[in-house]
């Protein structure tokens, strides 16, 4: 044997113990991470394989059908964390809701929703939404009148896309943070379609005030402006005074519209690219995130108030 071997012998064992405990604890950590962050839904669509994340509450009642809320990432995001920022696990645990979670495809190097300019692309993401209402229709008793969609920045502008393409299946939406950059005249379905948008005045990916954004080319509306025109769509009267409901939130309601779809708009004064009242996003890059008001709670209060009325000479669905 060779002088001294075992001694060397320890020292290599030692060192690769010491680069070996960092890798795997590396490898435990991605594992944990896909683990948590994974989707339980799959449903080819279109001819792509589309995945979503659903969460059925343990208050769930099987024999009653049940509204189902589905809620859109933003742009760079994935389910799992969206359901983490909006919190809406624990409100329909609560309550005894469904919610989906789809996963967007790659839109121009980030995941998220094909919304920057129609065509084949978005009329895809419109038919994965269509056929997830459906695959999880044939799973669980979902009430057809009382299915709603919500989502985040990318995700709102989609919310908005699915009221003018599903309006025959959506019965209200909810907006935070929308980055809307498809122009009305895009949306041709002229059904009342109730919204309720939050959105703050210091968001600078989509600025309270329109105009340029560092995350999206071109230029995007005022939110007032937005906010006005879905009040027009639904022939809404005039709206009520800004009321102040919370330190630094304000309220304004479009009311007396078309099948009762009323239009809200909470301003968040100061609030970032982020939803208020969920979880906090890095402020340095998202600006900050109110906790003052309650978009997931707001939204659901909202959409409680409304159910999706059938086209006049037909049948309730």
């Known amino acids: 044997m060779i002088p001294g071997t075992p001694a060397r012998l320890r020292v290599l064992g030692l060192v690769f113990t010491l680069l070996a405990v960092p890798l795997l604890l590396a490898a435990a950590e991605a594992i944990g991470f896909h683990v948590q962050n994974r989707n339980n839904g799959r449903v080819v669509s279109s001819g792509e394989t589309r995945e979503y994340l659903l969460y059925v509450p343990k208050s769930h009642d099987a024999a009653k059908p049940a ?81 709603y969609a919500n989502g985040l920045s990318n995700g709102g502008s989609m919310a908005f896309v699915l009221s003018c393409a599903l309006s025959d299946r959506i019965a209200a939406v909810g907006l ?60 809404c009267g005039e709206a009520t005074a800004e009321q102040t409901v919370a330190t630094g939130v304000t309220r304004r309601e479009y009311t007396g519209c078309a099948d009762d779809a009323s239009v809200v708009l909470f301003t968040i004064d100061g609030g970032g690219h982020t939803w208020p009242g969920g979880a906090l996003i890095p402020e340095w890059f998202a600006g900050p995130t109110s906790q003052e008001v309650d978009a997931t709670a707001e939204m659901w209060s909202f959409f409680q108030q409304h159910s999706l009325r059938p086209v006049s000479g037909t049948s309730s669905p």
């Open 67 to 147: 509204p189902l809320v589905i809620s859109l990432h933003g742009g760079a995001g994935w389910p799992a964390l969206h359901r983490d920022i909006s919190g809406w696990n624990r409100l329909a645990e609560q309550r005894g809701f469904l919610v989906a979670y789809p996963a967007g495809l790659d839109a121009g190097g980030m995941t998220g929703w094909r919304v920057i300019r129609p065509g084949p692309d978005l009329d895809r993401d419109v038919g994965f939404i269509s056929d997830l209402i459906d695959e999880v229709g044939e799973t669980y008793r979902v009430d057809p009148s009382r299915i």
């Open 176 to 235: 935070v943070a929308a980055a809307n950059k498809l122009p009305w005249s895009w949306c041709t379905d002229d059904r009342p379609v109730p919204m309720i948008s939050l959105h703050g005045t210091g968001d600078t990916a989509a600025p309270y005030r329109g105009g340029t954004s560092w995350v999206i080319p071109g230029l995007l509306p005022s939110v007032t402006e937005w906010t006005a025109n879905w009040a027009r769509r639904n022939r």
